[in-house]
Structure formats: C-alpha cells, structure tokens
C-alpha cells in the first residue's frame, strides 16, 4: 500500500511561471520530508526538505508547503525553468532521531516539462 | 557530489544466476540503503543498514540479502535472480539528521 502518492505522473508549464507538484501521505507518524529532482541516467538529487514543525520551507526558486491537516505537501518552483525539466519524488520518513537509520517512503514521481 | 559509486553500472545475466551489486562510499556515512525503481512504483527500499553488520529489511526485501562488512561498502545479492528483479538500482548515503544521496544507479536485466 503506497503510503506516499503523487497522483499527478506529468505537468507541463511555460518558462518562468510557476510549477506546483503535489504530494499526498497517509501515515500520520511521518515528520519529516522531502523533494528529489531526477535527470534521466542519474541518481535522484536532494532538492528541499521539511519538517513537521514547520508549514512552508524556502530555498530560492524552491518552496515546499507542509498541510499536516490534509496530510500533503507541494512544491512550488518559481520562475520555472527549462533546466527545471526531470522527474519529481516526494519522500516521508518518520523521525530522524532512531539508531535504525529510517526507512525513507517514495512516492511514483511527477515528471516536470518546462517549455521554453 | 557525495562520493558513492556503485558497480557495476550496467548488467545483464540470466535467470537462476547470482547477482551482486556494490555501492562504495567515501564520506564515512553511518547510513546506507539499496532501492529499486520501477514504473508506477517510484523509489522502493529494499535493505537499509545503520552500521556494520548493522542491517534491516525495507518493504521489497524479499530475494535479497546484503551485507556491510566495512563502512565504505554495502554490497546487495541476489541468490538466485529472476525476470522479477529487473529493475534500476539505487544507492544512498546518509549522515545522522541529514538527506539520503544517491548514486547514479545500476541497471540489472534478467533475462
């Protein structure tokens, strides 16, 4: 049962609007999560993260909003950019603070176009 | 870039065999993991280890074992590999209280 689910598999925007990925999770013990860019042939990039004691983390052209209520979480991308266009993966753990290193739960990606 | 390697990058072999693939780090992380990317199924954990020797199950285990015998290496085998198993595999690394870092995966066909 997929406990973190991007329900969206692409999106498409025009350069320097904006791009809005959206995540959903059901697990109520997760605290802590996080955004990854993938470019095709490469490993997954660490991108922004949050954790559950804040509702919006910012990075640049990188927002992420924490909705703990409605269990989701977004990321905004502003002005989006061609560079911008690779797959997106929301990630959930919960808590940081175990010896056992935290089994980190993926959702299936969003897959970002950024047309010039 | 966080120094993992993984090897090899790319493999094909035949159903039945034993497979072995070997993620290697140079940042003296305490965490490491093994994923599978498939399509409609995103990242997926297999194994994950906190320590040497130190090792845990993710939610796809089965048909894997691993095993850490030093820091730098965590190596991921399949005894006995099946059409099931092909797949794009990643590596990651952890520091305490920080995001995972992945390789630049491995490619397995079974054939």
């Known amino acids: 049962d997929q406990q973190v689910k991007q329900n969206s598999p692409s999106l498409s925007v025009q350069e320097g609007r904006i791009s809005i990925l959206n995540c959903d999770y059901t697990n109520s013990m997760f605290d802590y999560f996080l955004w990854y860019k993938k470019y095709p042939a490469e490993g997954p990039t660490f991108l922004i993260s949050i954790s559950s004691i804040k509702d919006k983390n910012e990075d640049g052209r990188f927002t992420v909003f924490l909705n703990k209520s409605a269990k989701h979480l977004s990321l905004h991308i502003v002005p989006s950019q061609p560079g911008d266009s690779a797959v997106y993966f929301c990630?959930?753990?919960?808590?940081?603070?175990?010896?056992?290193?935290?089994?980190?739960?993926f959702g299936t990606g969003t897959s970002l176009t950024v047309i010039p | 870039d966080a120094g993992i390697t993984q090897s090899p990058r790319h493999k094909v072999t035949e159903t039945g065999t034993p497979v072995t693939l070997r993620c290697h780090q140079t940042e003296n992380h305490r965490y490491m993991y093994w994923y599978r990317q498939d399509p409609g199924h995103g990242l997926r954990l297999i194994h994950y280890s906190y320590g040497v020797k130190d090792t845990d199950k993710g939610e796809v285990s089965d048909g894997y074992s691993v095993s850490r015998s030093k820091t730098e290496d965590f190596l991921l085998t399949l005894e006995s590999a099946t059409s099931s198993q092909t797949s794009v595999y990643f590596c990651?690394?952890?520091?305490?209280?920080?995001?995972?870092?992945f390789g630049d995966g491995t490619r397995l066909s079974i054939l």
């Open positions: 990630a959930a753990s919960a808590s940081l603070l175990t010896n056992t290193g935290n089994q980190f739960y």
């Open positions: 990651a690394i952890r520091d305490s209280n920080q995001p995972q870092h």
